[in-house]
């Protein structure tokens, strides 16, 4: 398996992947208008038929980068790709200083990942999610530094 970058002609698998992760999934267009944008980019794991297994979306404004979104298929976890992909990735940045996402409270998987990696946790932001049944949670800002 390999990392690769992703361009909008990457959108409708990206999209398909984000509705296997997500509750509120981003649809093509959406994936399509954020990698038609200057500041925004995307890497897969792809295996050997090319398939994506997961993939990350950043933005970069130098000296930060914020990690947008980051998913991976349902039979593909738990292999140490997301790990991999973040790793690899956020070196590409090299004027860049410091990495910022928000997880959702209660995604205790992914919280574990981003603290596995280095993460720390930066605060609070109050309901910042609204769910499909009208439900707000908080999200954790995390940050790491790239030094
Ligand atoms: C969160 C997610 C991206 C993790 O991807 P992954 O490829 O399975 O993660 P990795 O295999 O690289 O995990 C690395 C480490 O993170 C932690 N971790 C990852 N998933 C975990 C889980 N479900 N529960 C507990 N710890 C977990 C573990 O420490 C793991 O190391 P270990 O397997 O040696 O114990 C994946 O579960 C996913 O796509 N979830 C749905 C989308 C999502 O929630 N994205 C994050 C939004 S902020």
């Known amino acids: ?5 992703l361009t909008s002609h990457h959108a409708q698998a990206m999209a398909a992947l984000h509705k296997a992760s997500f ?10 208008t954020f ?7 995307s890497f897969g794991w792809v295996d050997e038929d090319l398939e994506i297994a997961g993939f990350l979306l ?11 979104t980051i998913c991976i298929l ?13 790793q690899q990735t956020v070196k590409k940045f090299s004027d860049c200083e410091v990495c910022f996402l928000e ?6 998987g992914a919280i574990a990942l981003y603290s596995n990696i280095g993460f720390t946790n930066a605060g609070v932001r109050k309901n910042y999610y609204k769910r499909s049944d009208g439900r707000y949670e908080n999200a954790v800002l995390m940050r790491l530094s790239l030094d």
Do not use: H
């Open 58 to 68: 950043f933005n970069v404004i130098s000296p930060e980068i914020e990690l947008c």
């Open 74 to 86: 349902p039979n593909f976890r738990r292999q140490g790709i997301a790990r991999k992909l973040l």
């Open 103 to 108: 997880v959702a409270e209660n995604n205790t």
């Open 35 to 41: 990698l038609n944008l200057p500041t925004y980019c």
């Open 1 to 5: 398996m390999s990392l690769v970058a």
């Open 23 to 32: 509750d509120s999934p981003w649809d093509e267009d959406t994936f399509k």
